[in-house]
């Protein structure tokens, strides 16, 4: 503690230690940010055990939340544009000034704009930002207010008060911790979620007559989650029976829930030093011995795998350039692939799609086109949903079926509906007679 006591120091001395100090803390901050961005560049949070670079500051380096994403935000604007790292080396950018100009940057103005933001304080670059990226003006609008006196724990009702003025934004949606095991939580929502929120209310009403939100929420978030895991990892009180399947990437549904309960819903990825990414979100059943190369869906052979840990394996296999191919191919199919509720049902689609439908059911078939490559845009999910079945349905008798290169439409559409029970084929067979 000696050192942090000062009062020795004549005036003149602390004036220039702490000169030499902050010049030394620029620099020391100007190196960070280069090797945070190189970190991120590599990637090297991945084989350390985090899902991303905001999670490896955090949970590695204790960093603040706010002070992560700030430098994360920095670094990744400084290496786009190198001439940011010695500005904040020499003082001339502090870091604030970084992360306001980075969304306004192009290789076009970064050396004019950055030179404007010279030595310039927040309110300063502010108002040089909104000079030369003006944005639409805020409209006077008026909002409903909860009355204190009704509002309580119960939905506020809409008030016919117009509000004093312009309004300012709602503030960001948040929760936090007020008590042992007690938190608030604070949230705006639209008219159709509080439209919901409401009929919940009612609904539960036999169950929490007093409609308490907290209790109210409580209740709709346990039952989402049972209807979440039921979907996702196939958790069900009374499992059913899989149905035989010839596809060697479908994951049986008493696999999902072995594999889910042994890794208990989290990401299984460890990183030489020993420590477990610990995300729970964009999970995935990873093949450890992959599909092309012979791997089983059974539970010793598969694990969660969080997204990015799952990218990560599936480099470490296949390489870089060839998965940065494969995620590009998904992209350019993604923007030209016609959304599945717009797309219309050709007439020989239809006629595809009923003949095989036919045959499963015995009646006549038509005479079917020829075979041809599948196109993309031919996915089996819309002519199921045209011949009556549920979206979920549809979707989880598409991800059963086992689709082969140059498969024709038919015989895709039958794969399909060889997982459907014969009563739900039976019905919209029926139906588009």
């Known amino acids: 503690m000696q050192r942090y006591s000062l009062s020795h120091l004549t005036d003149q001395a602390l004036l220039r230690d702490l000169a030499t100090l902050l010049a030394e803390d620029r620099h020391t901050t100007a190196s960070v940010l280069a090797h945070l961005a190189e970190v991120d560049a590599r990637k090297l949070y991945l084989p350390a055990g985090y899902p991303s670079m905001f999670a490896y500051c955090v949970g590695e380096f204790r960093l603040a939340e706010d002070s992560a994403a700030k430098r994360i935000r920095a670094c990744r604007a400084a290496r786009e544009f190198p001439a940011i790292f010695p500005a904040v080396a020499e003082g001339r950018l502090h870091l604030s000034a970084v992360v306001m100009l980075a969304p306004h940057l192009t290789p076009e103005n970064a050396d004019e704009l950055i030179g ?3 030595h310039q304080s927040k309110a300063a670059i502010e108002v040089l930002l909104a000079e030369r990226f003006p944005q639409a003006e805020l ?3 008026v909002a409903p207010l909860p009355s204190p006196a009704t509002c309580h724990d119960h939905v506020c009702e809409r008030s016919e008060q117009p509000a004093p003025g312009r309004v300012s934004e709602p503030p960001r949606a948040k929760v936090t911790p007020l008590a042992p095991r007690r938190y608030g939580m604070q949230v705006t929502i639209d008219s159709e979620t ?5 009929e919940v209310q009612a609904l539960l009403g036999h169950t929490i007559p007093s409609g308490d939100l907290a ?4 209740e709709s978030l346990r039952l989402a989650k049972q209807m979440l895991e039921k979907r996702r990892f196939a958790s069900a009180s009374k499992p059913r029976p899989d ?4 596809s060697a990437r479908h994951v049986p549904a008493r696999v999902r829930r072995e594999v889910w309960r042994r890794d208990q819903g989290r990401c299984t990825f460890v990183s030489d030093s020993g420590h477990r990414c610990e995300s729970r979100l964009r999970l995935e059943f990873d093949h450890a011995l992959p599909v092309a190369r012979g791997g089983e869906a059974t539970p010793a052979n598969l694990r969660l795998r969080c997204w ?3 990218q990560y394996e599936a480099e470490q296999v296949y390489g870089e350039r060839f998965m940065a191919g494969k995620r590009q191919q998904a992209r350019e199919r993604a923007r030209t692939t016609p959304s599945r509720t717009a797309t219309p049902v050709p007439a020989q689609a239809r006629e595809r799609v009923m003949g095989a439908c036919a045959k499963k059911t015995g009646a006549p078939e038509p005479p079917l086109t020829s075979a041809t490559e599948p196109d993309p845009s031919l996915d089996v999910i819309p002519w199921l949903r045209a011949l009556g079945f549920t979206i979920a349905e549809a979707r989880r008798a598409a991800a059963r079926a086992e689709v082969t290169p140059g498969a024709t439409l ?10 459907l029970s014969p009563g739900r084929v039976m019905r919209p067979a029926r139906a588009m007679a």
Do not use: D, G, K
């Open 116 to 118: 404007a933001a010279m």
């Open 139 to 141: 409209v006077a609008r």
């Open 410 to 419: 038919e015989s895709r559409v039958r794969a399909a509906l060889s997982h």
């Open 308 to 310: 990015a840990h799952n």
């Open 215 to 218: 209790q109210v929420l409580r």
């Open 243 to 246: 149905r035989p399947t010839n």
């Open 194 to 198: 509080h439209e919901l929120l409401r």
